[in-house]
């Protein structure tokens, strides 16, 4: 997910810093943390447009790839995908404007809803993020609980580096934690929990991982009997591996997803930010069917695994030519979505190009800066998934016979994205 930049449309910093990559974590290519707000383009106004929409024809022809692909891979025996699919969605704080306003009508199509402002603090402490709205927090959770879906908060790991290993690690402060979620659960009449706890992947090292591992197996095992006990349910939201070993090019092993399988109810795959860094696809789809098909079969089935859906995308600097004067502030990588990216195609007067083999669309501008000696000229590149990527991404799961998929975000979708993927939506 993503991390929002003070200032910016979509939300405040949030009150924990990002955790960093260790160099020897994961290569790039694999996800940042779902729960990480990358900043958003701070030359777009309050009001976006919709985005602009891919020919018909470059649709047509992704539709008979995709069909092709289907038809091969049940030659081999395979199942043929599913005719439709649940709907879960994460609902970050900085998108709550947004997602009040759709909340009452789109609510109904979806299974889960994760209201994404809930961090761990320490053993015993749940807290709302400070830079969450209050007031539309609340409304959101009355139009929630009006609505034919599940209350699914999700809770981030807010602790430093290490930290949240720590708790773990120990029997009494595991089950200090275990205890602290199921009140929070109760307190606030909830269905069930999903764990967004991301920084043994990202920034506690992975020499650490083989200690976390069967402790955080613990700590599952523990809270999802708590959770069923109190008749609710336990999502955990983790990155991918490629296969079942532990190996470097594995993946994320530390979570050891077949081990954790019998005690959730599902797992939310977060695949995607394969492009960070370095302008790139957000969610390649031969990254992603690598990503379907290591997990299925680290876990040894798709039944509890929900496939998570980017609906964003990135603006990078691609390079600057030129001396700019001395006080242009040039940006870094600041983030798009379905909702904002069309007004800056229109206002940039790009040509988005849709590139059939990671299912995703890219586009390049240029800004000028300055005058006579002192002028510049800074170029910037976009990668997006619209509403035909989030689609594709869907079908590929009820191609694998996944058990359903989760947008992030609620949100960052506009009427495009509704409009391709409730056909093959089930609640």
């Keep these: 997910m993503e991390f929002g930049g003070a200032g910016t449309s979509d939300g405040l910093v949030p009150s924990f810093p990002p955790p960093e990559r260790p160099d020897d974590a994961t290569p790039v290519g694999e996800p940042l943390l779902p729960s990480d707000p990358t900043p958003v383009d701070p030359e777009r106004p309050a009001d976006p447009g919709r985005r602009r929409l891919i020919t018909a024809a470059a ?39 947004a997602s009040v306003e759709a909340a009452p009508s789109r609510l109904g199509s979806m299974r889960e809803i994760s209201p ?6 320490g053993p015993d402490t749940i807290e709302t993020d400070p ?13 929630a609980r009006d609505a034919d879906v599940a209350l699914v908060p999700s809770i981030v790991d807010a602790l430093p580096a290490g930290g949240m290993a720590s708790i773990l690690a120990e029997p009494d402060t595991r089950t200090r934690h275990v205890d602290a979620i199921v009140a929070f659960a109760e307190d606030g009449d909830f269905d069930g929990i999903d764990l967004d706890y991301e ?32 008749g ?3 999502t955990v939201s983790i990155p991918f591996v490629y296969d079942d070993e532990r190996t470097p090019d594995s993946g994320y092993w530390v979570y050891d997803h077949g081990a954790i399988a019998p005690h959730v109810d599902r797992i ?52 600057t030519t030129g001396t700019c004067p001395p006080d242009t502030e040039l940006d870094g990588v600041v983030s798009v979505n379905n909702r904002t990216v069309d007004d800056l195609i229109e206002r940039r007067q790009a040509t988005p190009q849709f590139d059939e083999a990671t299912g995703e669309s890219s586009f390049t501008y240029s800004l000028e800066y300055g ?27 009820r191609a694998a016979q996944l058990d359903g998929v989760a947008l992030w975000a609620f949100g960052f979708d506009d009427d495009a994205v509704w409009d391709a993927i409730l056909p093959t939506t089930s609640s």
């Design 131 to 143: 830079n969450a709205d209050q007031g539309a927090a609340e409304r959101f959770l009355d139009i």
């Design 371 to 397: 005058e006579g000696d002192a002028q510049c000229v800074h170029t910037r590149r976009v990668h997006y998934v619209d509403a035909d990527g989030v689609a594709l991404r869907m079908d590929m799961a």
């Design 232 to 234: 609710r349910t336990l």
């Design 199 to 230: 920084q043994f992947a990202f920034a506690d090292g992975r020499d650490t991982w083989a200690a976390t591992r069967p402790n955080w197996v613990a700590f599952v095992e523990e809270l999802g009997a708590a959770l069923r006990n109190d």
């Design 59 to 97: 649709g047509v022809v992704v539709a008979l790839v995709v069909g092709l692909g289907f038809v091969l891979a049940r030659s081999d025996g395979a199942p043929p995908p599913k005719p439709d699919i649940p709907l879960d969605a994460w609902a970050p704080y900085w998108t709550l404007e």
């Design 268 to 319: 939310r795959i977060m695949a995607y930010d394969y492009s960070v860094g370095a302008a790139g696809p957000i969610a390649p789809l031969d990254f992603v069917q690598r990503a379907i098909e290591g997990t299925v079969e680290a876990v040894g089935s798709p039944d509890k695994l929900v496939l998570g859906l980017p609906a964003y995308g990135r603006n990078w600097p691609a390079g």
């Design 116 to 121: 994404f402002w809930y961090i761990a603090t």
